[in-house]
């Protein structure tokens, strides 16, 4: 069964740090871009952070950019979410999110990755940024 | 960044009507847009990408149209199990990006 499954949220103070983990299984993680994806209480999906298949090209909302970074182990098929500088606005579920898409390899020319949205996502991790 | 915009916010309708949602992005994205249905309280569920494609094993009472920036999902007969709010997404630009969401309530 194809999953994502998030751990590591929590209560934690303003100002302090947390790691969020996605553990994949059921596909071949190493082949898939990954997003962080966030929802305020109440709110709408946030888009946070995407990465690529082989963790050299990342990505920021400018609401976390210089905060968060984002990484993953394909040995471990884990993607993570590093938060430093938490604020209150940062108090939402996080969802991590597979891409799907796929990389074109042309004879002439270079290469290029297509993609056609999210199509598999975890249960989301609970951050709470309070004091 | 691409601004998305849906509208309505919220609508409301019977059992069996034909209902739309419109999503209106600030620049062309060709048809680089994908529609989720998120149900109260679980994770979003992938219904449409690249504007019309529709996902396997979504019910075909779903479809998506449009190009460029200005894009609908119809839900041709609305069923109970609709109860959810929706939302479209842009991935044509390096940051992406979602409409607000539009509510569906069941009259």
């Known amino acids: 069964e194809v999953q994502l499954v998030e751990s590591g949220g929590g209560l934690v103070q303003p100002g302090g740090s947390l790691r969020l983990s996605c553990e994949a299984s059921?596909?071949?993680?190493?082949?898939?871009?990954m997003h962080w994806v966030r929802q305020g209480p109440g709110k709408g999906l946030v888009w946070v952070s995407h990465i690529n298949t082989d963790g050299s090209t990342t990505n920021y909302a400018d609401s976390v950019k210089g905060r968060f970074t984002i990484s993953r182990d394909n040995a471990k098929s884990t993607l993570y979410l590093h938060m430093n500088s938490l604020r209150a606005e940062d108090t939402a579920m996080y969802y991590c999110?597979?891409?799907?898409?796929?990389?074109?390899?042309?004879?002439?020319?270079?290469?290029?990755?297509?993609?056609?949205?999210?199509?598999?996502w975890g249960q989301g991790t609970t951050v709470t940024v309070s004091s | 960044d691409i601004q998305m915009t849906q509208s309505p916010s919220t609508l409301s309708a019977f059992v069996g009507d034909r209902v739309t949602i419109t999503c209106r992005a600030s620049?062309?994205?060709?048809?680089?847009l994908a529609w989720y249905q998120q149900k109260p309280g679980k994770a979003p569920n992938l219904l449409i990408y690249?504007?019309?494609t529709l996902e396997s094993g979504v019910p075909s009472r779903f479809s998506g149209s449009g190009s460029g920036t200005e894009f609908t999902l119809t839900i041709s007969s609305l069923q109970p199990d609709d109860l959810a709010t929706y939302y479209c997404q842009q991935y044509n630009s390096y940051s992406w990006t979602f409409g607000q969401g539009t509510k569906v309530e069941i009259k």
């Open positions: 999110a597979r891409v799907r898409g796929g990389r074109v390899d042309p004879v002439y020319g270079e290469s290029y990755y297509y993609f056609y949205g999210m199509d598999v």
């Open positions: 620049q062309s994205i060709s048809s680089s």
């Open positions: 690249q504007a019309s």
């Open positions: 059921g596909f071949t993680f190493r082949s898939h871009w």
